[in-house]
């Protein structure tokens, strides 16, 4: 979603191509993201004329305060719709900054490490609101990634497993 | 308006701009080096918001006030001492990832 896009494509910026086909993954609910990937990737193609990227929609796993109950079935409803997606495109890496939308495809690479099916390496950025404390998808998903970013000193203090590497975006 | 695809070109020729707490306002408008005054408005925000004004505003980048103070501090805000707002460095990222996957 909206901010989500925005520090996800300059966490991009600067990736080489070894990053490389690119699968964006967001929620159906969401009108503008779409239109900001396009935009990055087709500037991306001026320089990197056989960049390659595809746009996945997935159900939205939760509305901003719904209730605990209701999320875990809707948060278990995208699990399994995300599994063949995960399983589909088998990534190597899965990069993601905090909506909803990135638990369920996190935890169903887990799930598929697990099964050693595929092995993807789960890189968690922190979104650069967050000064203070995580976000629940920070907080859920600092058990489950490889590699858990954050981009303001008190939070690497409080969360002594994550990597800080200043203001990335 | 009520809704633009892009305020970049607004943002770029105004002298001063007052918005809400979001992120992606707020940063847009310190990348353009404008001076930029937070509005916090309880009722509509999260409390994550108000941690990045309130950091910004603790690091000296912006100033805040809420909805009934806005105007006092129109009148009274000097705006000379705000600092000027460094870029972030998505190159450092990149570099972290490539170590990561041993692609120095």
Known sequence: TGGHTTEILRLLSCLSESYSPRHY???DSDKMSEAKIRSFEQKRAETFPKSQFTLDRIPRSREVRQSWTSSVVTTLYSILYSLPLTYKRKPDLILCNGPGTCVPVCISAFLLGLLRIK???IVYVESICRV???SLSGKILYYF???FI????????KYPKSVYLGRIV | FRFKDSLAEDVQSADLVISHAGAGSCLE???KGKPLIVVIYDKLM???QLELAKQLHRDGYVLYCN????????QSMDLSTLKPFPPGQPEKFASFLDKVFGLQ
Do not use: M
């Open chain 1, 25 to 27: 993954v967001f929620a």
């Open chain 1, 119 to 121: 092995r993807t390496i």
């Open chain 1, 132 to 134: 203070e404390t995580l």
């Open chain 1, 145 to 147: 990634s490889d590699y």
């Open chain 1, 150 to 157: 954050v981009q303001w000193p008190d939070l690497k203090k």
């Open chain 2, 29 to 31: 408008t310190l990348e």
């Open chain 2, 46 to 48: 999260d409390n994550h």
């Open chain 2, 67 to 74: 909805c009934s103070t806005l105007v006092e501090t129109l």
